[in-house]
């Protein structure tokens, strides 16, 4: 049998060890699947990725404008590259994240994907 005073410090305890739990909750990024948007992109600015085996960093995610309804963005990835590297479907990869084949075209400063996120009429 559990009295009330055992009873409220388990209680206590458990309070401050889910107050932890939502904090480091918080911290974790969101999932940058294939239908991953500009904020979700936006969230991992800074983040290493490896594009087909080399290092890169994403440098930006911006918004785009448009004549397009729908959610346009840019990526840029700034990092040591091939010399034969060029524009062509890459499999971009993050750790723990999975890999994603992506359209990235090559620029003086590294590569680049763009995205158009079209919405339909409802």
Same mark, same amino acid.
């Given at each position: +049998?559990?009295?009330?005073?055992?009873?409220?410090?388990?209680?206590?305890?458990?309070?401050a060890?889910?107050?932890?739990?939502?904090?480091?909750?918080?911290a974790v990024?969101?999932?940058?699947?294939? =239908?991953?948007?500009?904020?979700?992109? @936006?969230?991992?600015?800074? @983040?290493?990725? $490896?594009v087909?085996?080399?290092a890169?960093?994403? =440098?930006?995610?911006?918004?785009?404008t448009? =004549?397009?309804?729908g $959610? @346009?963005?840019?990526?840029?990835?700034?990092g040591?590259?091939?010399?034969? +590297?060029?524009?062509?479907?890459?499999t971009?990869?993050? $750790?723990?994240s999975?890999? @994603?084949?992506?359209?990235?075209?090559?620029?003086?400063q590294g590569?680049r994907?763009?995205?158009?996120?079209l =919405?339909?009429? $409802?």
């Amino acid at each position: +049998m559990i009295n009330k005073r055992d009873f409220l410090k388990s209680g206590g305890a458990a309070i401050a060890a889910s107050a932890g739990t939502t904090a480091s909750l918080a911290a974790v990024r969101p999932s940058l699947g294939a =239908q991953a948007g500009l904020a979700s992109w @936006q969230a991992h600015v800074g @983040q290493r990725f $490896e594009v087909d085996g080399h290092a890169v960093t994403l =440098q930006s995610a911006s918004a785009l404008t448009g =004549q397009n309804s729908g $959610e @346009q963005f840019s990526l840029r990835f700034a990092g040591a590259l091939p010399a034969g +590297m060029g524009d062509a479907i890459h499999t971009l990869t993050r $750790e723990g994240s999975g890999t @994603q084949a992506l359209y990235l075209a090559r620029t003086p400063q590294g590569l680049r994907a763009d995205f158009c996120r079209l =919405q339909g009429d $409802e």
